[in-house]
């Protein structure tokens, strides 16, 4: 069968409702008098299911692309915490920073994710190695010492 089965206007709306987020599912069901039956076989159907995984696919692109618009101005914020006086807040500012260049998957141009689109022998030599949060911690620390005993001496 090639032709696309049409969702019922029920269904589109259950659909809508759902990514509303002002209801939980059983409210929504509720509200367009859905018995849980009638629902799970729409589960189960793959038209169903299939414009639902859409509608998940475009939420998870708009966090993406709100994410990303605001970035920059996390970042900066991030950098103005590391001259906080509050000594904690800009240990933790450094901290984010450092997790976020090392930990974070890096998206580069064209789209490509060097952890996943080249080899492990590729990986190693164009790309720093990522430290764990724990290794991290201590050379930050061990740069603030060095900072502190440049300033005494």
Known sequence: MSKRKQLTKRQLAVIEDLFAGELDEQAILDKHKINRNVYNRWLADEHFTEQFNERIARAYRQSELIIARYAPLAAAKLVQLTESDKEETARKACLDIISR?????????????????????????????VLPSETASRLLAALAEEKDDGKTG
């Open 101 to 129: 260049a090392l930990f974070s998957p890096q998206v580069y141009p064209g789209g490509s994710n060097p952890q996943t689109s080249l080899g492990a022998k590729h990986l190693d030599s164009q790309f720093p190695p």
